[in-house]
C-alpha cells in the first residue's frame, strides 16, 4: 500500500522556477494559492491567476500558446495524478516533475529541510547529498502558509535541518504563527544545539508544541562516532540535548537497533536516564533497509527476535523509572506481548506494507507492519501471524 | 564483513592511545572477591577485585565491558574532551538541587500544651496554663514574615507541639496569613497531631485549606498504649477512632502517621508492620530510638541500642516485602529516601540525610515564645536546657541575623561530608547526610568521630542492606525496592506479582 508522491508531464518553455499551490479540481480563490488540476483544460482565459494547472489532456500547440500568454505554470500530458487530492500542497517542477509537499489525508508529512548533512550514519536511509539547497526556504515558508490548519502533526526533516540555521529558527516561528495548533516535531542530530545560543533562540521562539528528536546510538563517545561517522558528534550530540533542556525545547531521544547497537541497550537506557533523565520520549526503532543500510547490510542487519532479550530488559528499566517510551517498526509477531503495548504503528505511510500472510492475522491492523523496502532483505524469521490471544488485541485497540 | 569504502571502521573514531585517567570516586570493599565503587552523583559500579587492581594500575583496556562501564558512567576519561566532565557536572548539580531555593520546610511549635506524657517526649507541657506555652498572635505573624523571606518557590508549613490542636486559632491564623500572602509560591500543610482534640471545625477547616495530617501510631495496641501515655490508657483507641473520621473528612492520602522506636518497639518489629498494614497505610517510616528526651547514652551503650535497632530494621523491612508480595502495596520510608539516592539521578529533600545538613539551611522551627531553631531536635534539646542551635528570635532578630549568623553557618561547616574525616573517603557518602545535632547531643561534637557514631553504625549497616536486597537476585524484590525510589508503581512490578 506505499502510496505514491510525484508524477510527471510536459511543461511550456516560460515555466522556469517551481511552482507550489493547493490543489483544488474546481475554481477556487485566492488563485496564487492553488494549482488547479483538471482532467481537461476547458477555456483557457479563465484560467489566469493560478499558482500552476495540472492536466491529464495533451495540449496542442497553439492552446500551448495561449496558456503561455495566462503565464500559469502548467504540466500538462501528466501520468495520472488520481494520488492528489484537493488541499494537497505540491511543487510543479519546470523539468514536469509533480511533487507531492503534503497530503491532507496523512498523518506523517514532513518539510524536507535540505538534503544535506553533517553526519553520515552508516544505515542512514535517506543519504544525503552535499546540493547547496539554501534557496529553498522560500518555498518551505510558502508551503507552511498552504498547509490546512487542521493538520495535527508536522515534521521537519531532511537531511539535517539545523543546517537551515537561523532559517529553521523562521521556519518554527512561521509555524506558530500560522498553524499553532500542529504539532512540530525536528529530526536533528542535535549537533548544532552545541552552540548554546542557537537552542536558546529555539526556546525563546515558545513554540506551543515542538519536540526535536535527535538520535542517540550509545553510551560511549567512540561507538556513536562510528555510527554516525564524524568524531566528536558525541559531544555535541550531548552537549546539544542539555542545552535544549536548559532552554526548554522538548526533546525526543531516537535510537535505532541494530547489530552494532543492541548489545549495550540496556547501558544506554541506563545512561539516559541518568544524563537525560529530562527526555519527554525515547524511541526504539527497528533498522530500514534503505540507504546506506544496503551496502552495510552485513555490518548492521541482525534479526529483531534476537535483540528482544536487551530490548526487554532496556525498557523495563525505562519503565520502572517513570520514563516515556515506544517501540516504533517492529512487527508483533516479532516482540514479546508485554512489550505490545509499548509498540506504536509508526511507519510513514507512504512506505508501509505487509506480507500475503498478514491477512489472517488478529493483530495485524494494531500492527504497525514492515517497510517497504524491508520486505526484500530486511525480514525476520520470526513473522507469522498472530491466532490467538485476542485480549492483548483488545488492549491495543483501546 | 567490512562497510562500504564510504565509511571508516571504528578503530578510525577510538582515541589512538590507551591511557586514561580517573574521575572523581570512592571506594569500598564489599567482600573477598569485590568491590563498590561509587562516584559524587551516586552512579555505581561492582568489580570484580581483579578488574579493579587493574582499573586502578591503569592497564584496563577499552575492549573490556567493565572498562566501558566505568567509562559511561563516568569514573574514567580518556579522551580531551571536556563534554564528560560537564556531564557529571550537570549531574552534581541535580544531585545538589536540595539546596535551591533555601529553607522550605517551617515548623511552627504553635503550643508546647498536650494531655499526652508519651515516655520519649521531654518537650510536652501537661495541663500549663495557656499563655506561658503558647505562641501569641504576634509571634506567629512575624514568623509567617520571616518564613516568607526565603527564596523558595515551595515551602511546606508544618505544624508541631506539644499537641498543636489545642491552640488551633494560631493555626488558624498561620494559615489564613499564608494563605493571604503566599503569592506565587506553592505551600502544603501539614498538622503533627495525636488527633485527640480533633471536631468537625477542625475537619471542614483542614480540607477547605487542603491541610494534610500526620499523626502517631507506634504499634498495636499494647506497643502504643505503654510508649503512649495518657490518663485513662485509652490514647490506641482514640487513634484509631480519630483516624477513622479524618480519613473520612478528608481523604485517606490525606492522613499519615509516624512511629518512634522505643527499647519496647525493638522487639516487635513484624507486630508494628502489620498494625501499619491492618490500618491501610500505604506507608511506615522505621525512625530509629531518638536520643532526644531520653537520658543520652554513649560508648557501648549506644552501640549496643544502634545494633539492636539495624536487627529490627532489617525484619521490619523483611515483612513490608511479604506484605508487598501478597499484594499491598506499603513502602518503607528510610528505605525510600536512601534508594531514590542510590538508584535515581535525582535530589532528595530529606533534610537528615544532606551533605550540608539540612539544619538551618533546609528546614528551620520557630518556637512558641519567637525562638528560631535550626531543626525540630534543635528545639526539643532548648527544651532540655541546650540552647546550642537557637539562631535568633523572630522579635529580637532580623532575617539576615538569624539565617546567616554564627550558628547556621557552623551547622553547614561541621555537616558537609565531603570534608568530615571518616565521611570524606566513604563509598556511602553520596547516599548518605551529616546531622551535626545528634552529633552534638551523643558525642558532644558537631562533627563527632564516625567510629563510634550510631548515626555512622546506623546507615552503613542500612545502606549496605538495601544493596545486598537489590543484588538479591529476587525480581520482585528488586522490581519493588525501584518503585519506592521512583515511585512509579512500574506495570513491570504489578506484572510480576500477577506471574
Same mark, same amino acid.
Given at each position: 500500500m506505499s502510496l505514491k508522491l510525484q508524477t510527471y508531464g510536459t511543461t511550456l518553455p516560460h515555466f522556469s522556477h517551481v511552482a507550489i499551490g493547493r490543489i483544488t479540481s474546481d475554481p477556487r480563490e485566492p488563485r496564487q494559492d492553488h494549482v488547479l488540476k483538471v482532467d481537461r483544460v476547458g477555456?483557457?482565459?479563465?484560467?489566469?491567476?493560478?499558482?500552476?494547472?495540472?492536466? =491529464?489532456?495533451?495540449?496542442?500547440?497553439?492552446?500551448?500558446?495561449?496558456?503561455?500568454?495566462?503565464?500559469?505554470?502548467?504540466?500538462?500530458?501528466?501520468?495520472?495524478?488520481?494520488?492528489?487530492?484537493?488541499?494537497?500542497?505540491?511543487?510543479?517542477?519546470?523539468?514536469?516533475?509533480?511533487?507531492?509537499?503534503?497530503?491532507?489525508?496523512?498523518?506523517?508529512n514532513a518539510l524536507?529541510?535540505?538534503?544535506?548533512?553533517?553526519?553520515?550514519?552508516?544505515?542512514?536511509?535517506?543519504?544525503?547529498?552535499?546540493?547547496?539547497?539554501?534557496?529553498?526556504?522560500?518555498?518551505?515558508?510558502? =508551503?507552511?502558509?498552504?498547509?490546512?490548519?487542521?493538520?495535527?502533526?508536522l515534521g521537519i526533516t531532511g537531511g539535517e535541518p539545523t543546517l537551515l540555521k537561523r532559517d529553521l529558527l523562521r521556519i518554527v516561528s512561521r509555524c506558530k504563527e500560522i498553524l499553532p495548533g500542529t504539532s512540530l516535531h525536528i529530526l536533528s542530530n542535535g549537533r548544532l544545539f552545541y552552540y548554546g545560543s542557537f537552542a536558546r533562540e529555539l526556546g525563546l521562539i515558545e513554540h506551543p508544541d515542538l519536540m526535536v528528536g535527535v538520535p542517540l546510538y550509545s553510551d560511549l563517545d567512540f561507538e556513536h562516532d562510528f555510527i554516525v561517522q564524524a568524531t566528536g558528534a558525541f559531544d555535541e550530540t550531548m552537549v546539544g540535548l542539555q542545552n535544549l533542556g536548559r532552554f526548554g525545547v522538548p526533546v525526543e531521544i531516537r535510537f535505532v537497533i541494530h547489530r552494532l547497537?543492541?548489545?549495550?541497550? =540496556?547501558?544506554?537506557?541506563?545512561?539516559?536516564?541518568r544524563n537525560l533523565s529530562f527526555a519527554a520520549h525515547i524511541a526504539f526503532m527497528g533498522l530500514e533497509m534503505m540507504g546506506f543500510a544496503v551496502p552495510n547490510r552485513e555490518e548492521l542487519w541482525i534479526d529483531p527476535y534476537d535483540y528482544m532479550e536487551e530490548l526487554q530488559a532496556a525498557t523495563q528499566f525505562l519503565a520502572a523509572r517513570g520514563m516515556n517510551f515506544s517501540i516504533y517498526n517492529h512487527q508483533l509477531c516479532v516482540v514479546p506481548r508485554d512489550l505490545w503495548h509499548f509498540c506504536r504503528r509508526s511507519i510513514s505511510d507512504w512506505k508501509n506494507d505487509y506480507l500475503p500472510e498478514c491477512a489472517s492475522c488478529l493483530v495485524r491492523d494494531s500492527c504497525g507492519g514492515f517497510f517497504s523496502s524491508s520486505l526484500q532483505n530486511g525480514l525476520s524469521r520470526h513473522i507469522v501471524p498472530i491466532r490467538t490471544g485476542g485480549e492483548e488485541e483488545q488492549r491495543l485497540q483501546e | 564483513m567490512p562497510l562500504g569504502n564510504r565509511f571508516f571502521g571504528e578503530k578510525h573514531y577510538v582515541p589512538a592511545t590507551d591511557g586514561y585517567s580517573f574521575l572523581p570516586f570512592r571506594f569500598m570493599r564489599w567482600s573477598e572477591t569485590e568491590?563498590?565503587?561509587?562516584?559524587?552523583?551516586?552512579?555505581?559500579?561492582?568489580?570484580?577485585?581483579?578488574?579493579?587492581?587493574?582499573?586502578?594500575?591503569?592497564?584496563l583496556t577499552r575492549g573490556e565491558v567493565c572498562y566501558r562501564d566505568l567509562k559511561a558512567k563516568h569514573f574514567l576519561l580518556d579522551t580531551p574532551s571536556n563534554v564528560p566532565i560537564d556531564l557529571l557536572a550537570t549531574k552534581y548539580r541535580t544531585k545538589k538541587s536540595f539546596l535551591?531555593?533555601?529553607?522550605?520546610?517551617?515548623?511552627?511549635?504553635?503550643?508546647?500544651?498536650?494531655?499526652?506524657?508519651?515516655?520519649?517526649?521531654?518537650?510536652?507541657?501537661?495541663?500549663?496554663?495557656?499563655?506561658?506555652f503558647d505562641m501569641s498572635a504576634e509571634t506567629a505573624r512575624r514568623a509567617v514574615e520571616l518564613m516568607f523571606r526565603s527564596p523558595a518557590r515551595a515551602l511546606k508549613v508544618e505544624f508541631q507541639g506539644g499537641e498543636p490542636l489545642l491552640h488551633f486559632e494560631r493555626i488558624r491564623q498561620i494559615v489564613e496569613l499564608v494563605e493571604s500572602g503566599k503569592q506565587e509560591r506553592h505551600v502544603e500543610f501539614v498538622i503533627s497531631t495525636n488527633l485527640v482534640p480533633l471536631n468537625d471545625e477542625i475537619l471542614s477547616f483542614c480540607r477547605s485549606h487542603s491541610i494534610l495530617l500526620s499523626t502517631s501510631l507506634d504499634g498495636p495496641e499494647m506497643i502504643h498504649n505503654a510508649n503512649r501515655h495518657r490518663k485513662g490508657n485509652d490514647s490506641y483507641a482514640l487513634v484509631l477512632q480519630n483516624l477513622a473520621r479524618a480519613r473520612e473528612a478528608l481523604g485517606k492520602d490525606r492522613v499519615s502517621a509516624v512511629m518512634t522506636t522505643t527499647r519496647l518497639s525493638l522487639e516487635h518489629p513484624r507486630e508494628i508492620v502489620d498494625e501499619y498494614a491492618r490500618l491501610g497505610f500505604d506507608s511506615i517510616f522505621l525512625r530509629a530510638i531518638s536520643p532526644y528526651?531520653?537520658?543520652?547514652?554513649?560508648?557501648?551503650a549506644l552501640r549496643y541500642e544502634t545494633e539492636q535497632f539495624v536487627a529490627f530494621y532489617k525484619e521490619a523491612l523483611d515483612r513490608i516485602i511479604e506484605i508487598n508480595r501478597s499484594g499491598t502495596y506499603l513502602v518503607e520510608t528510610y528505605a525510600q529516601i536512601l534508594l531514590s539516592k542510590i538508584l535515581t539521578p535525582f535530589a532528595n529533600g530529606y533534610v537528615d540525610l544532606q551533605s550540608p545538613s539540612g539544619a538551618g539551611i533546609g528546614v528551620v522551627a520557630y518556637n512558641y515564645d519567637g525562638d528560631v531553631y535550626a531543626s525540630d531536635e534543635?528545639?526539643?534539646? +532548648?527544651?532540655?536546657?541546650?540552647?546550642?542551635?537557637?539562631?535568633?528570635?523572630?522579635?529580637?532578630?532580623?532575617?539576615?541575623?538569624?539565617?546567616?549568623?554564627?550558628?547556621?553557618?557552623?551547622?553547614? +561547616?561541621?555537616?558537609?561530608?565531603?570534608?568530615?574525616?571518616?565521611? +570524606?573517603?566513604? +563509598?556511602?557518602?553520596?547516599?548518605?547526610?551529616?546531622?551535626?545535632?545528634?552529633?552534638?547531643?551523643?558525642?558532644g561534637d558537631v562533627v563527632g568521630h564516625r567510629p563510634t557514631s550510631a548515626f555512622c553504625a546506623k546507615n552503613m549497616a542500612i545502606i549496605r542492606h538495601l544493596f545486598e536486597l537489590l543484588r538479591s537476585g529476587d525480581p520482585f524484590v528488586r522490581n519493588l525496592l525501584t518503585s519506592w525510589a521512583t515511585g512509579v508503581l512500574a506495570e513491570m512490578a504489578e506484572e510480576d506479582v500477577c506471574l
Open positions: 477555456e483557457i482565459s479563465e484560467l489566469a491567476g493560478y499558482a500552476g494547472l495540472l492536466t =491529464l489532456e495533451n495540449l496542442a500547440a497553439e492552446r500551448q500558446r495561449a496558456l503561455e500568454d495566462t503565464g500559469v505554470p502548467t504540466v500538462f500530458g501528466v501520468k495520472g495524478f488520481d494520488h492528489l487530492e484537493d488541499g494537497d500542497v505540491v511543487a510543479l517542477h519546470p523539468g514536469g516533475y509533480v511533487r507531492s509537499l503534503y497530503r491532507i489525508k496523512s498523518r506523517h524536507f529541510a535540505t538534503d544535506r548533512c553533517n553526519s553520515f550514519c552508516l544505515m542512514c536511509s535517506q543519504p544525503p547529498r552535499p546540493v547547496d539547497d539554501r534557496d529553498r526556504i522560500q518555498e518551505h515558508l510558502r =508551503l507552511i502558509e498552504l498547509v490546512d490548519p487542521s493538520t495535527t502533526e547497537t543492541c548489545k549495550r541497550l =540496556l547501558n544506554l537506557a541506563e545512561f539516559i536516564y | 568491590l563498590l565503587l561509587v562516584n559524587d552523583v551516586g552512579d555505581f559500579v561492582f568489580l570484580p577485585l581483579d578488574r579493579f587492581k587493574s582499573f586502578i594500575g591503569k592497564t535551591h531555593g533555601f529553607v522550605k520546610l517551617h515548623l511552627f511549635v504553635v503550643t508546647l500544651r498536650c494531655e499526652h506524657s508519651c515516655s520519649y517526649c521531654q518537650v510536652s507541657r501537661v495541663g500549663e496554663s495557656r499563655s506561658r528526651g531520653y537520658a543520652v547514652r554513649t560508648g557501648e534543635s528545639r526539643m534539646l +532548648a527544651e532540655m536546657g541546650d540552647r546550642s542551635f537557637r539562631l535568633g528570635n523572630v522579635h529580637e532578630h532580623s532575617y539576615k541575623e538569624i539565617f546567616g549568623g554564627v550558628v547556621s553557618l557552623a551547622l553547614v +561547616a561541621s555537616s558537609i561530608l565531603e570534608s568530615l574525616p571518616g565521611c +570524606a573517603d566513604c +563509598a556511602f557518602l553520596p547516599y548518605c547526610g551529616g546531622d551535626p545535632v545528634f552529633h552534638h547531643r551523643t558525642q
